[in-house]
């Protein structure tokens, strides 16, 4: 390496990896307590540490002529240069390097020399001492984003070992400890900060690793890349942006190549999954594919998605890889996608292929033999603008019809000509040709099929991804639209001949184009308001029909909820407050079904909107239904954690509900049952039990002492008493249920069963690891029997019994029953459902107690990530999940990554949460235990140096 430098001696300065001392004799050398220069022999290797740190004012650091006078000691850079002695010292190393004083910068030889070594001097240290003067401990402040961005890359990648210290000095943790923060602050892979050589990074990536850097002068962020590429270039202070433009000349770059067509892509290199013959194959081959794609062990792939133009399509995450080594090539009409990722315009269809597509589509050849076909074929692809899209449907057109290309483009045309109404840009980026194409057809329906078309017209305010046929049918017979559901029953022929709609998969549903949706929906626009609202309000009773089927089936299907939960959600853009006004609504509590689903799934903004449009738009709602929407809404603000506004809301309900409706009512019940559940929330035990034991008798007397609902009130007590640790108490009532139900259901009754369960649960809090699997195992007997063994009711009885096995130690048998039921529940529900992810925290916290912590926070990052695809970042699984991450980093003893992920959680509980919540409480709890045990870490590692320095 070139250039001249200084190492410091554990007070004092040099620089210049020695192997190149013998370029510059005078190389000056201070050892432990001298000030003085020491000259080091030409060819000595000496063993140095080096500082890395954000340059202050310079009028505060210590530059290389202030070493010549004892009052550099007074400045304050020189903390920074001590600390690193003292730090070196502790290791017994004699050298180390500061940039500050080690550069003698009124060189401009030397300076440019010693720039252009830096990654070499980063590289050839021994030690990398990052010190973090944003940092302060106790108070945890997080200020790294910042030091990160002003540092040198060459600082986190080149040295062989880099240690992170606040500004008192105490450590934080090292590169592979903070390599997951690191690599989110800076974008660069996790792969390079754990020493995969540059060189299999290309030069773009490396350049983005700058991207975030800021500087004091325009060309540093130039200059700091030089280690990076191994080049050497001379440094021309007051170039500003030009040195980026030297810096490309020197790596030979050229411009990016976007052609498509460079023969990278091998047909012979496909391969085939094994798969079993199964009902959901499509399913578990999309499923396969994502899996073998997130491992990094099977190398570099391409993924294309094909005419993706709904950003938030629920299926989105089921169909990217989570991981590994690949590219995601997503073709879209969206122009808006470009924003998402980098956007590149890709040409029109050429004519050989539209032609090929329309012939295809409309079952005609076209060709030199009928060149007036052909000529007008050629035609009709170049109105419609080569859009795939519009040439398939013009076809299905012709060939329904049989119509000779030559006719329809004279239709085509007149029709273009006389349209009176057109999306506007934002929706529809089109010539006038295809959507008087679109029209063409419309028109024929309306003549032929206007059931058909009818149809259409409410599809298009469903989510168009997906829409199944099934639910379809039940939703138009739930808005008395019986006529429609026949003819949904028999198979709406010309929806899909005309291509309107495409079939997805082996089963009921299909599909049909968001541009397409676009249109119809502005065709319907010209229509008067409440014939135009009658789509709208059709769509919203038809989505409502489709929860009351999938509520009253005995097992959901997740992948069916999914979808109506995304109907609903597209409902909703189109939804006139005015609309829920006719009394359908009323009678029909849609609004209020909407809502209750919603709110299961864990949606629960979502359901206080439907729940309070229905209190403010429905007509004439009876007092009870308006208790029940109200009820509805506290019952979510419990969910969601705002304990106290649900508190003070139920307790009011409860008054207007006792004297409207009577204490024994079924709904003043409830709203009891919801106080006890409250207070149980908030830790108020004795509160709730007063709650479920005043509701108790009412229950008792209306219904009677063996009725389900008193059942389920005694089965709450006993929770609470489990809670209060009163096992002997839980346990008394756990039994009177159980015999009951025996006697009442028999022993073989899932209801039975499920006591027997909770009987099992309730031993493994009282630590009777013997008793509990008895019970445990006689309900999952059952319920294999009943239900078979992959019913989640029957996976959830393994789950506990997995807890019996990690509460008593048996860890590798709870890990193997964990793997169980995570499969159990991925096979039945996909990939993408919330009990997946409950499944992977539990092997989380298994192998976080085997001390297994890398392959704890694997299962916990897939916990993290899914959650966050389902619900967002915000919602409280998903803290509670970074919570747990946090604790695996504090048993690591990864003490300052813990403190910024239990603050990262708490600050959004705080946010999203009442203070009163689970997760608010635990996460400050448990932050306030770690910024104490780091305390006493340090005080006893503080006192041990003490010692070790002044031996008695």
């Given at each position: 390496?070139?250039?001249t430098?200084?190492?410091?001696?554990?007070?004092c300065?040099?620089?210049?990896?020695?192997?190149?001392?013998?370029h510059h004799?005078?190389?000056k050398i201070r050892?432990?307590?001298?000030t003085?220069?020491n000259?080091l022999?030409?060819?000595?290797?000496?063993t140095?540490a080096?500082?890395?740190?954000?340059w202050?004012?310079?009028?505060d650091e210590v530059d290389f002529d202030?070493?010549k006078h004892?009052?550099f000691?007074?400045?304050?850079?020189?903390?920074?240069?001590?600390f690193c002695?003292?730090q070196?010292?502790?290791?017994?190393?004699?050298?180390?390097?500061?940039d500050?004083?080690?550069i003698?910068k009124a060189n401009?030889t030397?300076?440019?020399?010693?720039?252009?070594?830096?990654?070499?001097w980063y590289?050839d240290?021994v030690?990398?001492?990052?010190?973090?003067?944003?940092?302060?401990?106790?108070n945890?402040?997080?200020?790294?984003?910042?030091?990160?961005?002003r540092?040198?890359?060459?600082?986190?990648l080149?040295?062989?070992?880099?240690?992170?210290?606040?500004?008192?000095?105490?450590?934080?943790?090292?590169?592979?400890?903070?390599e997951?923060q690191?690599?989110?602050i800076?974008?660069?892979?996790?792969t390079?900060?754990?020493?995969?050589p540059?060189s299999?990074?290309?030069?773009d990536?490396?350049?983005?690793?700058?991207a975030?850097?800021?500087?004091?002068?325009k060309?540093?962020?130039?200059y700091?890349?030089l280690g990076?590429f191994?080049?050497?270039?001379?440094?021309i202070?007051?170039e500003?942006?030009?040195?980026?433009?030297?810096?490309?000349?020197?790596?030979?770059?050229?411009?990016p190549?976007t052609?498509l067509?460079?023969?990278?892509?091998?047909?012979d290199?496909g391969?085939?999954f094994?798969?079993?013959?199964?009902?959901?194959?499509g399913r578990e081959?999309?499923?396969s594919?994502?899996e073998w794609l997130t491992a990094?062990?099977n190398?570099?792939?391409?993924?294309?998605?094909?005419g993706?133009?709904?950003l938030?399509?629920?299926r989105?995450g089921s169909?990217?890889?989570h991981?590994?080594?690949?590219?995601i090539?997503?073709?879209?009409?969206r122009e808006?996608w470009?924003r998402h990722?980098?956007?590149?315009?890709?040409?029109f269809?050429k004519?050989?292929?539209s032609l090929?597509?329309l012939?295809k589509?409309s079952?005609t050849?076209?060709g030199?033999?009928?060149?007036e076909?052909?000529d007008?074929?050629k035609?009709i692809?170049r109105?419609?603008?080569?859009l795939?899209?519009?040439?398939?449907q013009?076809?299905?057109?012709i060939?329904n019809?049989?119509?000779?290309a030559?006719k329809y483009?004279?239709?085509?045309?007149?029709n273009a000509?006389?349209?009176s109404w057109?999306p506007?840009?934002?929706?529809?980026?089109y010539?006038k040709g295809?959507?008087s194409a679109?029209?063409?057809?419309f028109?024929?329906?309306?003549?032929?099929?206007?059931?058909?078309?009818?149809?259409l017209?409410?599809?298009v305010?469903l989510?168009?991804e997906?829409?199944?046929?099934?639910?379809?049918?039940?939703?138009?017979?739930?808005?008395?639209?019986?006529?429609?559901?026949?003819v949904?029953?028999d198979g709406?022929?010309?929806?899909?001949s005309?291509?309107?709609a495409?079939?997805?998969?082996?089963?009921?549903?299909?599909?049909i184009h968001t541009?397409?949706?676009a249109?119809?929906?502005q065709?319907l626009?010209?229509?008067?308001?409440?014939q135009r609202?009658?789509?709208t309000e059709?769509?919203l009773?038809?989505?409502?029909?489709?929860?009351?089927?999938?509520?009253?089936?005995?097992?959901?299907?997740?992948?069916?909820c999914r979808?109506?939960?995304s109907?609903?959600t597209?409902?909703?853009?189109h939804?006139?407050?005015?609309?829920?006004?006719?009394?359908?609504?009323?009678?029909?509590?849609?609004?209020f079904m909407?809502g209750q689903f919603?709110?299961?799934?864990?949606?629960?903004d979502q359901a206080?909107?439907?729940?309070?449009?229905?209190?403010?738009?429905?007509?004439?709602?009876s007092a009870?239904?308006?208790?029940e929407c109200?009820?509805?809404?506290?019952s979510?603000?419990?969910?969601?954690g705002?304990?106290?506004?649900?508190?003070?809301e139920l307790h009011?309900l409860y008054?207007e509900a006792?004297?409207?409706?009577?204490v024994q009512?079924v709904l003043t019940?409830k709203?009891?049952?919801?106080?006890?559940?409250t207070?149980k929330?908030?830790?108020?035990f004795?509160?709730?039990?007063?709650?479920?034991?005043?509701?108790?008798?009412q229950?008792?007397?209306?219904f009677g002492e063996?009725?389900?609902r008193?059942?389920?009130?005694l089965?709450?007590?006993a929770?609470?008493?489990?809670?209060q640790?009163k096992?002997?108490?839980a346990?008394?009532i756990?039994?009177?249920v159980?015999?009951?139900?025996?006697?009442a259901l028999?022993?073989?009754?899932?209801?039975?069963?499920?006591?027997?369960?909770?009987?099992?649960i309730?031993?493994?809090?009282w630590?009777?690891y013997d008793e509990?699997?008895?019970?445990?195992?006689?309900?999952?007997?059952?319920?294999e029997?009943?239900?078979?063994?992959?019913?989640?009711?029957?996976?959830?009885?393994?789950?506990?019994?997995?807890?019996?096995?990690?509460?008593s130690?048996r860890?590798?048998?709870?890990?193997?029953l964990?793997?169980?039921?995570?499969?159990?529940y991925?096979?039945?529900?996909?990939?993408e459902h919330?009990e997946?992810f409950?499944k992977a925290?539990?092997?989380?916290?298994d192998y976080?107690?085997k001390r297994?912590?890398a392959?704890s926070?694997?299962w916990?990052?897939?916990?993290l990530s899914?959650?966050?695809?389902?619900?967002g970042?915000?919602n409280?699984?998903?803290l509670?999940?970074?919570?747990s991450m946090?604790g695996?980093f504090?048993?690591?003893?990864q003490f300052y990554?813990?403190?910024?992920?239990y603050?990262?959680?708490?600050?959004r509980?705080r946010h999203?949460?009442?203070?009163?919540?689970?997760?608010t409480?635990?996460?400050?709890?448990?932050l306030r235990?770690l910024?104490?045990?780091?305390?006493?870490?340090?005080?006893?590692?503080q006192?041990?140096m003490t010692?070790?320095?002044h031996?008695s």
């Amino acid at each position: 390496m070139r250039g001249t430098a200084c190492l410091l001696g554990r007070t004092c300065t040099h620089n210049v990896p020695p192997e190149r001392t013998q370029h510059h004799a005078s190389s000056k050398i201070r050892r432990t307590g001298r000030t003085q220069p020491n000259r080091l022999p030409s060819r000595q290797h000496p063993t140095y540490a080096i500082l890395s740190h954000i340059w202050g004012d310079d009028k505060d650091e210590v530059d290389f002529d202030d070493l010549k006078h004892k009052s550099f000691k007074n400045k304050a850079g020189y903390a920074k240069i001590r600390f690193c002695g003292e730090q070196a010292k502790k290791v017994n190393i004699e050298y180390f390097w500061v940039d500050t004083c080690c550069i003698n910068k009124a060189n401009n030889t030397e300076y440019s020399e010693a720039i252009n070594s830096m990654f070499r001097w980063y590289h050839d240290a021994v030690k990398c001492y990052v010190y973090l003067a944003d940092v302060l401990i106790p108070n945890g402040e997080d200020h790294t984003e910042r030091i990160w961005e002003r540092a040198f890359r060459n600082k986190l990648l080149a040295p062989a070992s880099v240690e992170f210290f606040s500004r008192e000095g105490q450590w934080l943790g090292s590169r592979s400890t903070l390599e997951l923060q690191i690599h989110e602050i800076t974008g660069i892979p996790i792969t390079a900060l754990r020493g995969t050589p540059l060189s299999q990074f290309s030069v773009d990536d490396r350049i983005q690793w700058a991207a975030k850097r800021n500087t004091k002068k325009k060309e540093d962020k130039a200059y700091c890349l030089l280690g990076i590429f191994g080049i050497f270039m001379p440094l021309i202070y007051g170039e500003g942006d030009h040195a980026f433009i030297r810096l490309n000349k020197e790596l030979g770059r050229s411009p990016p190549s976007t052609n498509l067509e460079s023969g990278n892509i091998h047909p012979d290199r496909g391969f085939a999954f094994p798969l079993e013959h199964r009902k959901d194959l499509g399913r578990e081959a999309v499923f396969s594919v994502q899996e073998w794609l997130t491992a990094s062990e099977n190398g570099n792939w391409l993924l294309l998605l094909d005419g993706w133009d709904n950003l938030n399509d629920e299926r989105m995450g089921s169909l990217i890889p989570h991981g590994g080594s690949g590219v995601i090539l997503i073709t879209s009409r969206r122009e808006d996608w470009a924003r998402h990722g980098d956007g590149l315009d890709l040409p029109f269809m050429k004519e050989a292929a539209s032609l090929a597509l329309l012939s295809k589509s409309s079952l005609t050849e076209y060709g030199q033999g009928n060149p007036e076909e052909f000529d007008a074929a050629k035609e009709i692809v170049r109105v419609l603008g080569n859009l795939p899209l519009a040439v398939d449907q013009a076809g299905a057109h012709i060939h329904n019809l049989k119509t000779p290309a030559r006719k329809y483009l004279s239709r085509l045309k007149e029709n273009a000509d006389t349209l009176s109404w057109t999306p506007p840009i934002n929706v529809w980026p089109y010539g006038k040709g295809v959507l008087s194409a679109w029209d063409l057809t419309f028109q024929e329906l309306e003549s032929s099929s206007p059931k058909v078309l009818e149809i259409l017209q409410v599809c298009v305010f469903l989510a168009g991804e997906y829409i199944s046929e099934n639910l379809l049918k039940f939703g138009f017979k739930f808005a008395q639209k019986d006529a429609l559901a026949r003819v949904v029953e028999d198979g709406m022929g010309d929806l899909f001949s005309f291509s309107l709609a495409k079939r997805e998969g082996d089963d009921d549903g299909f599909s049909i184009h968001t541009v397409l949706q676009a249109c119809i929906r502005q065709r319907l626009s010209r229509l008067p308001g409440l014939q135009r609202q009658e789509f709208t309000e059709t769509a919203l009773l038809v989505v409502a029909g489709a929860v009351q089927k999938l509520t009253s089936e005995r097992q959901q299907d997740w992948f069916s909820c999914r979808q109506v939960l995304s109907h609903i959600t597209s409902c909703e853009k189109h939804i006139d407050d005015t609309l829920p006004r006719k009394p359908i609504f009323g009678s029909t509590r849609a609004l209020f079904m909407l809502g209750q689903f919603c709110d299961k799934f864990g949606r629960h903004d979502q359901a206080i909107s439907w729940f309070q449009r229905e209190l403010n738009t429905v007509p004439h709602l009876s007092a009870q239904s308006t208790l029940e929407c109200r009820d509805g809404v506290s019952s979510a603000k419990l969910l969601k954690g705002q304990y106290n506004e649900a508190l003070a809301e139920l307790h009011a309900l409860y008054t207007e509900a006792t004297a409207q409706l009577g204490v024994q009512h079924v709904l003043t019940n409830k709203i009891a049952h919801s106080l006890g559940m409250t207070y149980k929330k908030t830790g108020s035990f004795e509160n709730a039990l007063e709650w479920y034991m005043a509701s108790l008798p009412q229950i008792t007397e209306i219904f009677g002492e063996k009725d389900h609902r008193a059942l389920a009130t005694l089965n709450n007590i006993a929770v609470i008493y489990k809670e209060q640790k009163k096992y002997g108490e839980a346990f008394k009532i756990y039994q009177n249920v159980l015999r009951k139900k025996e006697e009442a259901l028999g022993e073989e009754d899932l209801s039975t069963l499920e006591t027997v369960m909770n009987i099992g649960i309730l031993y493994w809090h009282w630590k009777l690891y013997d008793e509990a699997p008895q019970f445990l195992q006689r309900a999952l007997c059952g319920k294999e029997k009943q239900l078979g063994k992959d019913d989640p009711k029957t996976l959830a009885v393994k789950g506990n019994i997995a807890n019996v096995y990690l509460g008593s130690g048996r860890l590798d048998e709870a890990i193997k029953l964990h793997k169980e039921t995570y499969h159990g529940y991925k096979k039945v529900y996909g990939p993408e459902h919330p009990e997946v992810f409950t499944k992977a925290g539990w092997l989380g916290e298994d192998y976080c107690q085997k001390r297994c912590y890398a392959k704890s926070l694997e299962w916990y990052e897939e916990a993290l990530s899914g959650r966050k695809r389902l619900h967002g970042e915000h919602n409280a699984q998903t803290l509670e999940t970074v919570v747990s991450m946090a604790g695996v980093f504090q048993f690591q003893g990864q003490f300052y990554r813990a403190l910024t992920w239990y603050s990262w959680a708490l600050e959004r509980f705080r946010h999203g949460f009442a203070s009163e919540h689970f997760g608010t409480q635990s996460a400050e709890r448990q932050l306030r235990a770690l910024i104490l045990r780091w305390h006493r870490f340090s005080e006893e590692m503080q006192s041990r140096m003490t010692s070790e320095n002044h031996p008695s």
